[in-house]
C-alpha cells in the first residue's frame, strides 16, 4: 500500500474549516486584502479597509442573492461590462484571498502565506467571538449543498429549531454547520454565535441565552474515561426547543454517530436531517470557482476523468488538497509541457496533479538515486521543502546545519561546495529573483519530499527532528550576519504547523515535544507554540488528538515544559470551549513543583473563570489546592491570588469590587463560603516569596470593605478566618503578615492620609488582636453575609 504523504492529516472537518474557541471558525475576518490586522502593503492603494472589506461583501452578497431568487442570467453584454469593471475585478480579488485563507486554515497548511499574514492568522485562529458577517459571507460562496441541505435549511429558520448533525470530525459537519447559520443569518437578520457546553455533564439550561433571533451552534465535547455527555441530552432537548421557541432562537448540535446512540435516546422527532456526503466534485467546484482566477477553466479541469476519479467519494480535506494542487499547476509555467498532443500543456499539468496525489514517489527515487547524487543536494531539497518562503540563504545555511548535525559537515567558506544557484538547480526548482525564495513547480513537491525522506530513513529521523527543532532558536548563523525576529518567527511557525500535522496524522507526539522542549527559554518561540497549539486543540480535525496529548503531558512531572505548555493552552480557546477538560488537565498540572507551571496555572484560572457555569467547580478545586495539606499549594496560592485580584465594577463607575464577592446571579447564585475564602487567602498570606499579589488583593479587598460598608463583615471575617489556624506559630507569622499588608494599604501617619481608611484597619487589628487573646470572649460581628445587592 502507498505511504501516505509526511504533512498529511486525515480529513478536515469539511472545505474551510478552520476553528476557533467556542466552535467559531478561527478567522474574525478571513479576508486578507482590505482588512484590519493585514499587512498594509497587500492593501490597494488607496482602499480603505472599510472599504475593501465591503466591496467583498457586496460581491458574496450578489452572488447569494441570485442563487437565492432565481433570478435570470446577466446578458452576455452585461457580464462583460462586469467583468472589465475595475471595481468588480477588485472586489473578486477580495473574496479569492478570502477563499484561499480560508482553504489554508483548513488544512493546517500556511506555506502560501508572508511572515505578516501568518502572524494574523494564527491570531485569529485564537480570538473568542461570534461568527463575522465576512466570514459567512465566505462560507456562503465557496459551499456545496449536500443532497437534503436545503430542507434542513428551511428547517432551521423556524423559532425553536434544533438540528443535530451526526457525523465524525473531518466529514464536514462543522462546515454544513456554518452554512446553515450563514443562511439563517442572511435571510432572518439572526445574530449568530457559538455555544459552550460547559463543566457539568448535563447541559444546563441556564446556558442559553436570552438574545431574541439568534443562532447557535453546539458541539458535544468527546467522550473522555473522567467525562462524558450524561446520557439524557436527546431527552433533554425538548426542554431546549420550548425555551428556544420563546425567545426566536434555534440551535445546532454537533456530534458524532457513536456518542448520539448512547445520548440520543427519547430525543424529539426529526431533529435529525437526512444529509448527504459532500460531493467531491462539487465541492470542488464551488472551491475553484470561487478561488480561480478568471482565466482557469473549471469545467475543463473536472470533466477530466482522472481529476474525477481523485474526487470522487474523498473526504473534503482531501479534495481541498486536490484544489490547491490545481491551483499551482495553473500557476506553474514551467509545467506546461507543450508538445503536439498536448499543445497547451494541458495534459502535463493535470498528470502532476494526479502526481502530487501519490506523494510524486517515482520521481524522487529517480531523483535520489541519479548517480552523482550528494548528501549535500539530498539535504538541500529537504531544507529547501520545509523551509517554505525562506530566503534561499538561510536554506543554504541550515543545510549545512544539518550536514552537521548528520556527521557530514561542510564548509560553506570559499568555492569549493556549490553555490546557491547551482543548488537551486540541481533540486529543479525556480529562484525568485525579487524575493531570493525557492519556488517548486511541482504541486505538492514539497510535501512528498518530507514524506520520501521519513519513508527511506529511519534512522535519520530523530537527528532530523532535533535540527528541525533548533531551527528558529539561532539568532545568527556562521553564514549569515543577522536572523531578523520576523524571519525566525516565520520559520518557527512554518516548523511548527508541519510538527502539527505531522503529529496528528501519525498519532505520535515526537516533533511536538521536540519543539517544545527547544522552544521553552524564547519568549517568542514559546508564543509560536503556545498558538499552534492552541489552535490544533480546536481545530475539527486535529483537535480530539490534541486533547489527548494534553492530557498526557499535564500529568508529565518529569517535563515541566510539556506541563506548561498544557496549561498555557488551557488558558486560550480551549480553555473556554471545552471547561471540563481543561479543568482537569489542570488539576493534574497544578501538582507541579516548577515556578513557570503554577504561575501558568493561576493566569489559565481567570480563563475558565469567566465561564459563570464553571466557577464552583472551579473555586472547589482552588480550595483543595490551597489545604493546608495539599501538595498543591503553590499552584493553590497562584491560582487564588489570580482570582482575589480580579476586580469587578460596582454601583459606581469608579468603585473596583472583588469579583469573589459578587453574587452570581445568572449561574444560580454561586458564591464561595467565607470558610473557603479563609483557606484560599491562608495559602496566598503565606506566599512570603512575592509581595505583589497578596499587596494586590488587600488592597483590593481593603478598598471595596471601604467603599461599601456591607461588604465589611464579609471581608473582615475572611481575613479573621485565615489567620485562625491550628497551629499557633503559622497563625503569628500569617497575622504579622496581614498587619504589614494592612499598613501598607493605610500607613498612619502620612500625606494626605483618609482618617476613615485609619479607623477601618484599626477595627481590623483591633478584631485580629480580640482573636488572638484566648483571655477575651469570641467576638462575634454583624452576620457576615453578602448583601442583597453585591
Known sequence: MEPTMLGDQPSSDGPGQPHRGDGWSPQSDPVESGTENRD????????SPEASHQEGESLADAQTARRDSGGDVESAQEAADAEDDPAVQHMRGVLRAAVAQLRQEALFNFGEMNAVKLTAVLGQLLEHSELPRRYLETVRAVFAPPDGYEEASKAFENPGAVLVLLREPGAGRTFTAHALLADLQLRTGAKVGPLSFGTSQRFPLHRLPRDENAGY???????????????????????IQRILRSR??????????????????????????????????????????????????????LADARIVKLLEGQPPSDVLQTVGHILKAERSKSLAKVSDSDPDGFNAKVLSVVQARTAWRTELLEWHKKEGRTGFQRNFLLVASLLRNATVAHVYAQ??????????????????????????????????????????????????????FWIDRPKARKTFLSWMADAPTAKTTDFLESF??????????????????????HRRPDPLEEIISSWQKDKYLWSAATDLVSAAAVHPTMGRFIHELLLRWSKAEGTPALQK??????????????????????????GSTDPGVQESVGAAVRTIWCDPSARKNLFTSITKWCAPDSDRMASGRRSFGAL??????????????????????????????????????????????????????????MDAAHLSPSLQPLIFGVLRGAVSTADPA?????????????????????????????????????????????????????????????
Not at 40 to 47: H, L, N, T, V
Open 399 to 452: 543545510t549545512a546545519a544539518l550536514c552537521h548535525r548528520f556527521g557530514k559537515p561542510v564548509s560553506l567558506q570559499g568555492q569549493e561546495e556549490p553555490g546557491v544557484v547551482e543548488m537551486v538547480s540541481e533540486i529543479e526548482a525556480d529562484l525568485d529573483p525579487t524575493n531570493d525564495t525557492i519556488e517548486f513547480a511541482r504541486p505538492g513537491w514539497d510535501d512528498a519530499v518530507l514524506s520520501y
Open 40 to 47: 498594509p502593503a497587500d492593501q490597494q492603494e488607496g482602499a
Open 565 to 590: 505548555l498544557t496549561v498555557d493552552v488551557c488558558a486560550r480557546e480551549f480553555g473556554r470551549r471545552n471547561t471540563a477538560k481543561a479543568l482537569l488537565r489542570l488539576g493534574h498540572a497544578a
Open 217 to 239: 451552534l453546539l458541539e458535544l465535547p468527546s467522550d473522555e474515561d473522567t467525562f462524558e455527555v450524561s446520557s439524557d441530552f436527546g431527552a433533554l432537548l425538548f426542554d
Open 730 to 790: 503559622q497563625g503569628r507569622r500569617l497575622r504579622y503578615r496581614l498587619r504589614d499588608l494592612l499598613y501598607a494599604w493605610q500607613p498612619s501617619p502620612a500625606p494626605n492620609v483618609d482618617a476613615a481608611r485609619v479607623r477601618l484597619r484599626h477595627e481590623l487589628v483591633d478584631l485580629l488582636d480580640h482573636d488572638r487573646s484566648r483571655s477575651v470572649a469570641k467576638y462575634h460581628p454583624r452576620a457576615a453575609s453578602r448583601s442583597e445587592g453585591a
Open 484 to 505: 531578523s525576529l520576523e524571519e525566525r518567527l516565520l520559520l518557527a511557525n512554518r516548523v511548527g504547523a508541519f510538527a502539527v500535522r505531522w503529529a496528528a496524522h
Open 248 to 301: 426566536s432562537s434555534r440551535l445546532i448540535v454537533l456530534t458524532t454517530p457513536e456518542q448520539w446512540q448512547r445520548i440520543g435516546g427519547d430525543a424529539p422527532a426529526d431533529v435529525v436531517p437526512p444529509l448527504k456526503r459532500p460531493d467531491g466534485c462539487a465541492v470542488a467546484e464551488a472551491w475553484l470557482g470561487a478561488e480561480a482566477p478568471p482565466e482557469l477553466d473549471t469545467s475543463r479541469w
Open 644 to 701: 482575589a485580584t480580579l476586580a469587578s465594577e460596582g454601583d459606581e463607575p469608579d468603585d473596583r469590587l472583588p469579583s469573589l464577592l459578587l453574587s452570581d446571579s445568572e449561574q444560580g447564585g454561586f458564591k464561595p463560603s467565607l470558610d473557603d475564602l479563609s483557606v484560599c487567602w491562608s495559602a496566598l498570606l503565606s506566599f512570603e516569596d512575592d509581595d505583589e499579589e497578596p499587596t494586590e488583593a488587600i488592597n483590593l479587598w
